[in-house]
């Protein structure tokens, strides 16, 4: 399996929890360990295991690791199954050299001790970490400044905890704004007005793009873990609420809109679409209906879609489809109608109608797909198509998305290429644009994570040209990788980051689109790990 190793440490990214201060449940059953190698190996945990596992060990992609289990398989089995992997997929921790001997053998008598839980996090501890920096008596009340700013990108700052707003018309940084550690995504509210910023810490922050300066007016933190923010859209509700999505607690969150002041939490804990309680059911993806005044939120471990309507807070309404298990990324279809949402690890797109409340289709793709939002555009031949890239082969998946006129080709997979690897995350098109991209930051070939593929939308067939990104960089040592393509507002500029390592040089790349040639590379020393970019109008009405 070529791709695993990325696949698999892209899962396991380092989670907040690490740090956090939990109760050693100690069990008399259990091999014992000194509270100094509880404290390490619960730190090891949530940074390499909790991501397939899950904070509780009742198993996500990963296998459950509580006590039942772990105590009849005993130290010596589990420390051969950590220090060597097994063909299912699991590292080999040791023999890749990330754990050594000793850790392995801690490892293997931590997983036998009750796992320590994380503390909820209720109504009261999100407000006593809410700040309105500025209140909405005191803001602005037109624009203060003379940016373009439907064409500003926010650029997440992975590792310094900052985002980056950058001038799309002037490729110039207009401020770097302090926000949560690890920033995940930013989102635009339906004006255009304000931009929420998400950290993998759950710290949300506010930011008014009207200032002189924009920068941060509110901020809070919303639980211990997330991934996902999102605004209202619907025609009434516009910038009225915002909804966040963590992954511990497993819950998501009503705020205000415009101070982010929090209103009403729901718990996503439950049964999965296999009928089988799970305790830990992590928040991805969130989108926000543009048919109905509702959110639709993903939550991964049970494979649920719920639709909540925000029409009145206190007697919610929710529609709840089962789709498939692990719902992670996804984006509309270019009507704005449906919203296409990868099950990645039942290899699966699940199709959501926002106007009808109904799971439209389910269909099978390719291996572990990963569309970031996916990309729409006509199809010469099968009309309009939205497509996703894959984690797990190098397929790209083209789903037609008109049951109108194209009926026959509704909720299919119309056409399939072929791509430079496995290993991709994001794809992109432009409505005004002739070309899809196709990034490949976890292909473990260098030139592969390092370069981006695009095809001509009306000759797919022809195959790709690779475009060596990173070289045109030109920032010397380090593992760089090639991420996330976005278009400018016009349409005519793909914006790459080159990710680098923290303490390395670090660049976004802007080329032409029509004549794929190298335009601008952005650099600056503040530009630390850029990875996600946020274009304010293709954000603000998803446009991909
Ligand atoms: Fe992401 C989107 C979760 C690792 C960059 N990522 C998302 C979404 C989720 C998610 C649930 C969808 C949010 C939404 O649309 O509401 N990401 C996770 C993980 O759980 C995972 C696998 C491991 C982790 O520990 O976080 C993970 N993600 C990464 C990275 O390593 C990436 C490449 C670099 C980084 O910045 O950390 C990364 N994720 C992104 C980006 C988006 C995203 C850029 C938004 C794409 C877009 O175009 O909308």
């Not at 797109?349 to 269909?363: G, M, Q, R, S």
Request: overall charge positive; proline content about 6%; glycine content about 8%.
């Amino acid at each position: 399996k070529p791709h695993q190793g990325a696949e698999l440490k892209y899962q396991a990214g380092a989670s907040p929890l690490a740090a956090e201060e939990m109760h050693q449940n100690i069990n008399p059953k259990a091999p014992p360990m000194t509270k100094a190698e509880f404290e390490r190996a619960k730190q090891i945990y949530f940074e390499r295991c909790a991501g397939c596992h899950g904070v509780l060990r009742k198993g996500a992609t990963g296998k459950p690791l509580t006590p039942d289990i772990t105590l009849a398989k005993g130290t010596d089995y589990l420390k051969v199954f950590i220090a060597y992997g097994s063909p299912a997929g699991m590292p080999n921790w040791q023999t890749s050299g990330d754990l050594t001997e000793k850790e392995v053998d801690m490892m293997a008598r931590y997983v036998q001790q009750e796992p320590p839980t994380p503390p909820e996090y209720g109504i009261k501890d999100m407000q006593s970490t809410w700040k309105e920096y500025i209140p909405v008596a005191k803001r602005p009340t037109k624009k203060m400044n003379n940016y373009n700013i439907a064409n500003i990108f926010s650029t997440t700052l992975r590792d310094s905890g900052e985002v980056a707003l950058i001038d799309g018309d002037t490729k110039k940084i207009i401020n770097i704004v302090k926000t949560g550690y690890a920033v995940h995504i930013s989102r635009m509210s339906a004006s255009g007005r304000y931009l929420y910023v998400i950290g993998r810490d759950a710290r949300i922050n506010l930011i008014d793009l009207w200032m002189e300066k924009p920068d941060n007016v509110a901020e809070i933190k919303v639980g211990l873990e997330a991934r996902s923010v999102e605004t209202s859209k619907f025609k009434g509700y516009e910038d009225k609420y915002a909804v966040a999505g963590t992954y511990w607690p497993p819950q998501f969150v009503m705020m205000e809109g415009d101070t982010l002041k929090p209103l009403k939490i729901v718990s996503t804990r439950g049964m999965t679409v296999d009928n089988e309680y799970h305790p830990e059911p992590r928040v991805a993806s969130i989108v926000a209906s543009h048919y109905n005044p509702e959110f639709v939120v993903n939550a991964k471990e049970t494979g649920k879609i719920y639709i909540v309507n925000y029409k009145d807070l206190n007697n919610l309404k929710t529609t709840t489809l089962d789709a498939a298990k692990f719902l992670h990324d996804g984006g509309f279809d270019s009507t704005g109608r449906y919203f296409l949402v990868a099950a990645n690890a039942s290899n699966k797109i699940a199709v959501v109608d926002t106007k009808e409340d109904k799971l439209a289709a389910l269909v099978d793709v390719g291996k572990t797909p990963h569309p970031g939002r996916g990309a729409n555009f006509v199809h010469p031949k099968f009309g309009p198509v939205w497509a996703t890239s894959h984690l797990g082969d190098d397929s790209i998946s083209m789903i037609g998305t008109d049951p109108v006129k194209h009926k026959a080709q509704a909720w299919k997979v119309v056409a399939t290429v072929k791509g430079q690897g496995g290993g991709s995350l994001f794809i992109k098109t432009h409505p005004k644009s002739k070309n899809l991209w196709v990034d490949t930051p976890l292909n473990p070939d260098a030139k592969v994570s390092q370069s981006v593929a695009v095809y001509d939308i009306n000759n797919l067939d022809k195959g790709f040209e690779v475009l060596p990104i990173a070289e045109w960089a030109n920032l010397g040592e380090g593992a760089k990788r090639v991420v996330q393509p976005e278009y400018n507002k016009a349409g005519d500029e793909v914006w790459f980051s080159v990710w680098n390592a923290k303490d390395k040089t670090s660049a976004v790349v802007v080329v032409d689109d029509k004549t794929r040639k190298l335009k601008t590379v952005i650099k600056d020393p503040k530009l630390v790990t850029p990875t996600g970019k946020f274009n304010v109008n293709n954000t603000q009405h998803d446009i991909y």
